[in-house]
């Protein structure tokens, strides 16, 4: 099993629809959760972190479920300029090296 | 500048040439890290900086690849006798310290075509 995993899509969507986005993580260890956008050709950036309690940040959502090893990224009302590869990234306790998934590729369409 | 700098940001090469990347960092930021990006794949870990030592050298692919860092700021990547399969986006990234909570910055990448 992989470290991080995610399913890379496409996830194809209207304008306007409401998407979710899982990550599972293997390694019960890991601390710190992120998730980053990367839009095509370009580096990635930070979206937001995940904090165990959830957090929300204008139309997105972040959760953390330990018990099941998943963090999850929901996005509202979805903006033509949401599309874009989406990817998690896993910090484990006591590694300085962050993991990264492969990413979820989205495509929000008029 | 504000943000991570790389250089150059395109290199064409010939199969068996030496390449050097450059990485600025943000000022301050002691935790340095490459990592490479082939088309349409993931990121893979390269290397990773604390100041100006690697603790962890695990991901370089072969000895053909070193890097360094001096005065804790700039580091440089080297592909020694490059091969094609080095064609990728070479992508660095600092951190403000070594805490699992911090935010990594990314520079926008140096592509390397090996012909």
């Known amino acids: 099993r992989k470290e991080v995993e995610q399913d890379p899509g496409p996830f194809n969507v209207p304008e306007g629809a409401t998407v979710a986005f899982n990550c599972t993580y293997s390694?019960?260890?890991?601390?710190?959760f992120f998730w980053y956008r990367q839009d095509c050709r370009k580096e990635p950036k930070l979206l937001m972190s995940?904090?165990?309690s959830g957090n929300e940040d204008g139309r997105f959502t972040a959760q953390l479920n330990r018990a099941s090893q998943y963090i999850s990224l929901l996005i509202r009302d979805s903006k033509l300029s949401d599309s874009a590869t989406y990817l998690c990234?896993?910090?484990?306790?006591?590694?300085?090296?962050?993991?990264f998934g492969r990413g979820t590729s989205l495509i929000v369409h008029p | 500048g504000a943000g991570v700098s790389q250089s150059p940001s395109n290199k064409v090469t010939e199969k068996g040439k030496d390449v050097e990347l450059r990485c600025d960092p943000i000022?301050?930021?002691?935790?340095l890290y490459w990592y490479r990006q082939s088309l349409g794949q993931g990121l893979e870990f390269l290397i990773y900086?604390?100041?100006?030592?690697?603790?962890?050298k695990s991901g370089l692919p072969s000895d053909r690849f070193s890097a360094e860092r001096t005065g804790g700021s700039v580091s440089t990547l080297t592909i020694q006798r490059t091969q094609q399969e080095d064609s990728a986006v070479y992508l660095c990234?600092?951190?403000?310290?070594?805490?699992?909570?911090?935010?990594?910055?990314f520079g926008p990448g140096t592509r390397l075509l090996v012909l």
């Open positions: 990234a600092s951190r403000l310290g070594s805490a699992v909570q911090e935010t990594q910055y």
């Open positions: 390694n019960s260890a890991s601390q710190s």
């Open positions: 995940v904090y165990s």
């Open positions: 990234v896993v910090n484990r306790g006591g590694s300085y090296i962050p993991t």
């Open positions: 000022s301050g930021h002691t935790a």
């Open positions: 900086f604390q100041g100006n030592s690697a603790p962890d």
